[in-house]
């Protein structure tokens, strides 16, 4: 035996029917009996308009305005900037990531990379870059008789002997002793108040890490002027 249905007053279904009907407006549609899902889609155009450019949880959407984070932003799969829609569709942006070995930024454009590695080394496009530690150890010697103490344990040596005559020769010390070896030494002399033209015969050879062998001779045609001054550069490590 089955029980009767509620009979439901006119005034109520009335009630029912406007209800709906000031959806159906809110949302901008026309009734039509063809289409029984009206009030679903009134009600979506309504929350779509309210929400106005909020972020949607699924799905792929393009957000109008300024949207401002009060936390930490998790990008879980890179992050792309550009300066404008034109430029980002023509791949003119630049991508915030992280993979296995480092942190990174790369320009989408140029497929160049500048990327802080796990192990803090900071390198582009593959190579590595110029750390300001790796200055730490150059040390320097701006004396008249000097020295430059280079990243890879390259050391630059001057060295400026004068004598009162035109002809010397003798061992010299550097200014610091090289670790390993001499590679190369260069000399050059000057003489002051040559009388007509001159010649001259200089020659430097190392002789350890620390000393070095110098010869100087200067003529003149009519007799020989002084002093001398002999430059002496040396390449080593």
């Known amino acids: 035996m089955s029980e009767l249905g509620t009979i439901l007053p006119a005034w109520w279904l009335n009630q029912i029917q406007a209800e709906l009907l000031a959806v159906l407006t ?19 155009k309504i929350i779509d308009e309210q929400a106005g450019g909020a972020v949607k949880t699924t799905g792929n959407q393009d957000i109008a305005g300024i949207k401002s ?17 034109a430029h980002f569709a023509a791949s003119r942006s630049l991508k915030l ?28 496009d ?3 870059l110029l750390n300001i530690d790796d200055l730490q150890t150059t040390e320097a010697s701006k004396a008249e ?8 344990d390259i050391i ?25 070896s001499c590679a190369a030494i260069m000399v050059n002399s000057y003489l002051e108040r040559p009388e007509g033209g001159c010649g001259q015969i200089v020659r430097a050879i190392a002789q350890s890490k620390s000393t070095f062998d110098l010869y100087v001779d200067i003529w003149t045609l009519n007799g020989h ?8 550069f040396a390449i080593g490590y």
Do not use: C
């Open 145 to 152: 008789n000097g020295y430059l103490k280079m990243d890879g």
């Open 26 to 44: 809110a949302g901008g549609i026309q009734p039509d009996k063809a289409k029984p899902n009206q009030v679903l889609e009134a009600l979506r």
């Open 97 to 124: 990531g992280a993979d296995g070995t480092s942190a990174y930024l790369k320009n989408q454009s140029s497929g160049k990379i500048l990327s802080l590695l796990n192990n803090g080394e900071l390198h582009y």
């Open 156 to 180: 630059l040596q001057w060295i400026r002997i004068k004598k009162n005559m035109n002809a010397f020769q003798g061992t010299y010390n550097f200014p610091v002793a090289f670790p390993n």
């Open 126 to 128: 593959g190579k590595r």
């Open 225 to 232: 002027g002084n002093p001398a001054t002999a430059y002496v």
């Open 69 to 85: 984070f009060t936390n930490t932003l998790h990008a879980k799969s890179g992050l792309l900037a550009s300066d404008s829609a």
